[in-house]
């Protein structure tokens, strides 16, 4: 049985908690093992290692030093996480100083980071660890006529994110085909939603996610599924901000990834969290429109 | 007597000096010597419209000697971490990274753009993860648009009361069993000196 040390992220806890659920839920029901790194702290983000670059690296580590205890992979499903951790085995890679200035505040905790533990996405997990045969073999419910924009964002594949392709991924565009859904071409999936500029300088964020919108609308898509925290709630916690800023009336469910999955293996959309949504995803209507013209 | 063309004001000096020691402390820092002002940083950017100085002008100046120039701009604290130019560049930039150095500066000498005060935030962040070991996603907006831009708070009210009512914005920080784990580990890191 595959095993993972789960490292949830602050987003999960709260505004990314359908993202949560729905990853912890069809783990179990494929029989991935996730076990929640105890007591794990903020990655620091972004936010944190741009002002305070050791600091930084140093408070990342800890979650790192923690996993490497557990003796396995980290599975981090925030786009977000995933880059901060990478790039902190990166930086500790890269330079036997800093490396030894992370762990002399390691030690302040009485840890030390000596092996470094693979940083793994869940869709990386999905597609390759487990294999896409292996998926569809538990579908149990395919999701066909759901036409499906898959939007990748930013931080799974850039900087350096290692399992796809940063200009055009095809990794979530593989698995939905697999769960029987329908991929519309999509342009803008690795074009940025804008992160945290919707807290400072939300007239640029929602423009640059009024675009997102209208390009999924466009290639007709039924819903965007997202990996990523910050993108997922720009597009849909504020779509009705972006839709009084622009005069537009999009009502376009935004799901994460794990959820289509969980609902092609069968499960409930409560246990998947798809019922914390504000716009929520109404399967019957796109499945019954199949062999429509 | 030093050549006149090579000489810098005293501050800029100080400024340029930060500025290398800040992208030798990360990988492939050096190649921004690499750079052939071509654009493709800017033209990928999908925020340059927005910036009063694009990406390739980040370098332009920082050549020309105008460092201070660069830090009172807004750019540095607009870029929203997308990487794209990282990946485009031709010649292997790390402008993402060169930004967040260039942050660091900012941050460590005090010099913002006016009426801009999107640094606080990265302020308030680092607080945050001090008090609680994790980021406490309410506090840090309420804190934000409080000491920013009190009257943008109605304009979120509805967002924030949808959120909370589906359990999707926590009114309680949750604060680590070990809090005292990542305080002193902050402690410790932050006597390499501000900014490292």
Redesign the interface.
């Known amino acids: 049985m595959m095993e993972f040390a789960y490292y949830p992220g ?2 999960l ?6 993202y949560d659920k729905s990853i912890r839920a069809v783990f179990k029901a494929l029989g991935i093992g996730l076990h929640e790194i105890e ?1 794990w ?2 990655c ?12 930084g690296y ?2 990342s580590a ?1 979650n790192l030093a923690l996993a490497q205890n557990m003796g396995m992979q980290i599975c981090a499903p925030c786009s977000s996480c995933y880059t901060i951790l990478r790039k902190t085995n ?2 500790i890679a ?2 036997p100083r ?1 490396r030894a ?2 762990n ?6 009485d ?1 030390s980071y000596d092996t470094l533990v693979e940083i793994r996405h869940p869709l990386d997990i999905l597609v390759n660890d487990l294999g896409l045969s292996a998926v569809a073999a538990k579908v149990s419910n395919p999701l066909r006529g759901l036409r499906v924009a898959p939007y990748y964002g ?2 799974i594949v ?2 350096h994110g290692g399992f796809d392709d ?2 055009d991924p095809v990794h979530m565009d593989e698995l939905f085909q697999c769960l029987g859904a329908e991929v519309v071409p999509y342009p803008c999936k690795v ?2 939603c ?4 919707m ?4 007239e ?1 964020a929602l423009a ?1 996610n009024l675009k997102l919108l209208e390009a999924a609308t466009d290639n007709g898509a039924q819903v965007i599924a997202t990996a990523c925290p910050l993108c997922q709630m720009n597009l849909e ?2 779509q ?2 972006i839709n009084k800023a622009f005069g537009s009336s999009f009502r376009m469910p935004v799901v994460y990834f794990s959820h289509l999955v969980g609902l092609a293996l069968g499960l409930e959309p409560r246990e998947l969290g798809l019922d ?3 716009i929520p995803l109404d399967l019957q209507p796109a499945l019954a429109s199949e062999g429509r013209p | 007597m030093a050549n006149r063309v090579l000489t810098f004001p005293k501050e800029e000096a100080e400024l340029r000096s930060a500025f290398w020691d800040q992208v030798s ?3 492939e820092g050096h190649k921004i010597k690499l750079c052939l002002q071509c654009g493709t940083c800017t033209g990928t950017c ?2 340059s419209y ?1 910036m009063d100085i694009t990406p390739r002008q980040i370098i332009a100046l920082f050549r020309a000697g105008l460092v201070e120039q660069i830090l009172e701009s807004r750019t540095i ?2 870029c ?5 130019c ?2 485009r560049c031709p010649v292997g930039i ?1 402008i ?1 990274d060169t ?2 150095s260039l ?2 500066i900012a ?1 460590e000498k005090g010099i913002y753009p006016r009426q801009f005060p ?2 606080t ?3 308030l ?2 607080n945050n ?1 001090y008090r609680y ?3 406490f ?2 506090g840090l ?1 309420l804190k ?2 409080l000491s920013t831009n009190p009257l ?1 708070l109605f ?1 979120n009210v ?2 924030a009361f ?2 909370i009512s ?5 009114l309680i920080p ?1 604060r ?3 809090v005292k ?2 305080r ?7 006597q ?1 000196g ?3």
């Open positions: 602050c987003s806890e709260h505004t990314a908690s359908p007591d702290n903020c620091g983000a972004t936010m944190y290692m741009s002002v305070k670059k050791i600091v140093a408070i800890r990166r930086h890269w330079d800093e200035k992370i002399e505040a390691l030690k302040a905790a840890l930013c931080q850039r900087p940063v200009d074009r940025c804008g992160g945290m500029l807290t400072t300088q939300d640029i640059l916690a504020y009705q901000k914390k949504l504000m | 402390s990360f990988p999908p925020i927005a604290w607009l929203a971490s997308c990487y794209s990282t990946v790390r993402t930004l967040y942050k660091r941050m999107v640094h935030l990265s302020r962040f680092v993860v070991g994790r980021n996603e309410l907006g934000y648009l943008k304009s509805g967002y949808s959120m589906r359990g999707r914005l926590g949750r680590l069993k070990r784990q990542i002193a580990i902050i402690t410790r890191a932050n390499f501000e900014g490292q």
